[in-house]
């Protein structure tokens, strides 16, 4: 009987006392310093410095890297807490440590050699955002269709090629790109390649103007004979497809909890709206239609939270996850789009206007359903596997 208590596996929303208090922690630091500043990025389309800086302190940008190089030392799961919690006060938040931990330390943790850990671990878990760039103007959904080209001379690699859509592009330091190495060889020939912002021919380009996640920055990357040392090359050259395909899988789960957090923070700010707003004498939330509305919201982001956290556990304990991370994207990032407009249906026309933060995270849902895979080729990844 003992055994058998013991092997009970633990419910999935049930927290272990290290993740409750750092789950407790960024939800203080999301209240306090995140949500007071998210509206004047948003305005402005630019990160607060002095939040990146705050973002590194608290170890919230080196989630997984290993306490011996400056990192947290924490696990995946905690990286989509850590997500979840920023992004119910800022998903453009959310996605600039969600892009740095479950892409670019997640890439070097799995492929990067020991002396490549050594130089750029420290530097990713102090001050260095980093980036993660395989699309490009023509090749999105088909990323393996990519044109930027890799020759090698020497013991360098000289790369020529534009990227668009590179989140993070105007912050960071360190870049993930992909660029193939032969063309005539599909994706055989796709390598990864870590990239440093100073290195000669690689020029940050223009920043998209979007919709959502207007403090979050999207540039292209632009790199005119960009010399790269052979030791810079992550995984085997010919073996970026798996570092590409890999990670984003993990990705995706990142991206479910972002918009995850996005609903429950549009749901958050509308309970307490309901409660306030009077009309026909009372709470509109005294009335039951308002109040079955709010029950199907929350049934809705509960769904959503039970199908990232499970494909998150699965990850971390190192079982195949690959369909419930697709499932997780398609559902949170569909759900969070559904809540977000709902939300400002019950602000009425005050949720129209910028005087309440439901507004931006209408814009910003919309984002969850394009980047890291269209809700169609999570889909498409779906029915794979039914199909098999
Ligand atoms: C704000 C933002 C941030 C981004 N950040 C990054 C980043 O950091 N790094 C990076 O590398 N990329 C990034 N991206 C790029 C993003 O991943 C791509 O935009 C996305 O993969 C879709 O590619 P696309 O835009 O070329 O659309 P397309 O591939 O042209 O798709 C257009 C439509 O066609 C549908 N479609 C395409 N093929 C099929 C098919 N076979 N079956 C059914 N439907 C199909 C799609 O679902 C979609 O609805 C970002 C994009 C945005 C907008």
Known sequence: MQTLIQDT????????????????????????E??????????????????????FELGLMGVEIPEMYGGTGADFFTSVLVVEELSKADPAIGVLVDVQNTLVTNALRRWASDSQKARYYPQLASDTVGAYALSEAGSGSD??????????????????????WITNGAEAGL???????????????????????????????????KLGIRASST???ILEDVRVPAENVLNDVGAGYKVAIETLNEGRIGIGAQMLGLAQGALDHTVRYVKERE?????????????????EMATEVEAGRLLVYNAARLKNAGQPFLTKAAMAKLYASEMAQRVASLCIDLHGGYGFTK???????????KIGTIYEGTSNMQRQTIAKALMR
Request: net charge negative; hydrophobic share 45%; glycine share 6%.
């Open 219 to 221: 540039t292209e990357l």
């Open 34 to 55: 995140v949500a007071p500043r998210a509206m004047a990025m948003d305005q402005a389309q630019q990160m607060d410095q002095e939040l990146i800086d705050q973002l």
């Open 279 to 295: 009309q026909f004498g009372r709470a509109i939330g005294s009335f039951q239609g308002v109040q079955f509305q709010l029950a």
């Open 355 to 365: 005087e309440y933060p439901v507004e931006k995270l209408y814009r910003d849902a």
């Open 9 to 32: 596996p633990r419910p999935l929303t049930s927290l272990s006392e290290q993740e409750k208090m750092f789950q407790q922690a960024v939800r203080d630091f999301a209240a306090s």
């Open 143 to 164: 990323a393996f269709a990519l044109a930027c080209r890799a020759v090698q001379d020497g013991d360098d690699w000289v790369l020529n090629g534009q990227k668009m």
């Open 175 to 209: 870049f993930i790109v992909f660029a193939t190495v032969d063309p005539d060889a599909g994706y055989r020939g796709i390598t990864a390649f870590l990239v440093e912002r100073d290195y000669d021919g690689f020029t940050v380009g223009r920043k998209e103007d």
